[in-house]
């Protein structure tokens, strides 16, 4: 008898540094197993004590201190500190996300940030639908061709059935080709 109350005595230690250890992962590994508090990434870069409610501790925590380090160098830690505590709790995650990403961009390329790769990407996306434009084309322009060949016949006449109207081959194929077509060059519609 005395020895199942042991074991349950130690199977609720257990449990309840567990529950302990549990609890301290939550609250963003701000404490250690000493009970003394970790400041987050935040406070230790800007050397204060990390009170229980910082802003910061959620979002910014101690094992990645390069996240706040470039949002701080960027930004500054006041106006983080302002942004966070005007925004909804539910939205300051994806804000802080927006925040890293944004201070990334802008140490690769300070003058643009993140419109400089939105503009590359903008761009690569215009040519990618030009060399598309090109290519419905000429596949429009091969199989008229084919269309046209095949259409003859053994001595090398065309049959009176399948005569192509002159223009209309867009018509015949239903390809639809995109309407910007401003850096094509010479068009392979003309008859």
Known sequence: MM?????????????????????????????????????CAACKLLRRKCAPDCVFAPYFPADEPQKFAIVHRVFGASNVSKMLQELPTHQRGDAVSSMVYEANARVRDPVYGCVGAI???????????????????EMVHMRVRDQLTSSTDWRGKASPSSKLPSCSTKSLLDVDLVEDQSNIGESLWSC
């Open 119 to 137: 503009s590359s990407l903008q761009q690569q996306i215009n040519e990618l639908q030009t060399q598309l434009a090109l290519a419905q084309a």
């Open 3 to 39: 020895i199942k109350s042991r074991q349950r005595c130690l199977c609720g230690l257990i449990c309840l540094k567990l529950l302990e250890k549990e609890r301290a992962m939550k609250e963003g590994g701000r404490k250690q197993g000493s009970g003394i508090s970790s400041p």
